[in-house]
């Protein structure tokens, strides 16, 4: 009896909530989650008045059994439910098809019912557009954007992934700030008329797309780029005085930095793929690096810091940087803290140095430490005048003997020292970092008020 006024009072509870909140509530579900609601007397038809509607194949295929065509119930699916919907806008619209082969519907039949489901999100003056398909034509061709999605005021941001672009008829895009292109299809030509197009435009992710070799941009502030399976002679051009956040990930020589005047942070992750004879003399590294002087975040990965160090120890020992804040990625071998220090040296306004060691070294880093034979920093003395906060990470990954080196030069050398901060997993308790943590407080301090920690 309880349990029935306790139910009893649940549904009251619900019962009494307005549409509007409870349209709400269904919006943070998956869409074909949401449309189960339909059973549930209180909510009725509701989920007609989505805002947000999320199509992603490898997430509906719990609609059909098994024996059942994959293909047409998916698509069916689809066109039944904008078919119903009454919600006069969209908040965000997203379809991602991409796990299975469509092979027994025609070509164009496929093509015509994608170009419906855009002319719907269009109709519906959707803010967030996410478009994608893969190769799901039976010809094995990508989808063909048509040009009706470069003709809306109302798209705030669109991301489109596995789908071919071509010159348009016209771009008129108003209120777009936010542009995401993965293995999308599209040449310089085109690239050029989106960015005319498009003047809010602010932000901008580009993940390997082939034939774009210019990013040309008076206004961007933010640029993300991956080119990691992009071949090092694909040289791409940045040109974007006003950007102010770079993301890369690729090769270096296959960079060139034309104008990154405004620069304030950037991230740095050399591809895998690199060879040593690409690096050779470090000549496209040393052109990159002198673009980012002046930058103030910085984050790098272990190739790009292992370079870093053998072009500093080699040839750059006299240039200077204005990094503030700088995250590395980095092995901690002799070598490496002694590429460290010769970097610590050239950064006359550092305020915070994190330091992620990790384990993993190719045979590629082990050539390019070869660079860094003969460098000792046994007999260096350090003041790094400016830096207040340190922090070092997964210090399992590293010599202990190394380690102490480390710790100790850092104190012993930074007279402006708030705090130096170590981290430790529970499981890394042995006995050296029992040592460790017992000589940690007798090693010299040039700072009075520095808080040591390991946690």
């Known amino acids: 009896m309880t349990n029935n006024k306790e139910a009893k009072l649940e549904e009251d509870k619900l019962s009494i909530l307005p549409d509007t909140i409870l349209s709400h509530i269904l919006s943070f579900l998956p869409t074909d989650e949401a449309i189960k609601t339909v059973l549930l007397?209180?909510?009725g038809t509701l989920w007609t008045y989505l805002p947000i509607l999320n199509f992603d194949d490898s997430l509906l295929t719990h609609l059909w059994p098994p024996d059942e065509e994959i293909n047409t119930n998916f698509f069916e699916f689809v066109h039944n439910v904008l078919t119903l919907h009454q919600q006069p806008t969209l908040d965000c619209f997203r379809v991602d098809i991409s796990t299975v082969l469509y092979t027994d519907i025609k070509p164009q039949n496929l093509r015509h019912e994608l170009d419906s489901w855009l002319t719907f999100a269009l109709r519906k003056r959707v803010k967030v557009l996410e478009f994608g398909f893969g190769m799901v034509e039976p010809d094995n061709e990508l989808y063909k954007l048509p040009f009706i999605v470069f003709l809306s005021d109302s798209i705030f941001k669109l991301k489109l992934f596995n789908i071919e672009m071509k010159l348009q008829k016209r771009v008129q895009m108003?209120?777009?700030r936010v542009l995401k292109l993965v293995y999308v299809s599209l040449n310089d030509d085109v690239f050029r008329q989106v960015i005319r197009g498009c003047p809010l435009l602010e932000e901008i992710e580009i993940s390997n797309c082939w034939d774009l070799t210019e990013v040309d941009s008076p206004t961007l502030d933010v640029l993300k780029l991956d080119r990691e399976m992009i071949a090092g002679e694909e040289i791409m051009k940045i040109n974007c005085p006003e950007l102010s956040s770079f993301n890369y990930t690729g090769c270096v020589n296959g960079l060139e930095i034309m104008n990154l005047s405004s620069l304030a942070h950037f991230v740095f992750n050399l591809s895998f793929t690199i060879t040593e004879q690409e690096f050779k003399e470090f000549n496209q590294f040393q052109s990159v690096l002198s673009k980012l002087l002046h930058a103030k975040s910085v984050t790098l990965s272990s190739e790009f810091v292992t370079v870093l160090f053998s072009c500093i120890l080699k040839d750059l020992s006299h240039v200077m940087f204005d990094w503030k804040l700088v995250?590395?990625?980095?092995?901690?071998?002799?070598?490496?803290v002694s590429g460290l220090f010769h970097l610590l040296k050239n950064l006359l306004h550092l305020e915070k140095l994190v330091l992620n060691v990790t384990f993993w070294h190719s045979d590629y880093l082990k050539a390019v430490e070869s660079e860094m034979d003969g460098c000792s920093l046994e007999k260096e003395e350090y003041c790094w005048s400016s830096l207040k906060t340190i922090v070092i990470c997964n210090i399992s990954e590293c010599l202990y003997t190394v380690l102490v080196r480390l710790v100790e030069i850092l104190l012993k050398s930074?007279?402006?020292?708030?705090?130096?901060?170590?981290?430790c997993k529970d499981n890394d308790k042995t006995e050296q970092l029992a040592e460790f943590s017992k000589k940690l407080p007798t090693f010299a301090k040039a700072s009075s008020t520095v808080k040591v920690l390991l946690i």
Do not use: A
Request: charged share 25%.
């Open 327 to 336: 995250e590395l990625n980095i092995l901690l071998t002799h070598k490496h």
């Open 41 to 43: 007397r209180r909510f």
């Open 174 to 176: 108003g209120s777009l």
């Open 414 to 423: 930074s007279p402006v020292l708030d705090k130096l901060v170590i981290y």
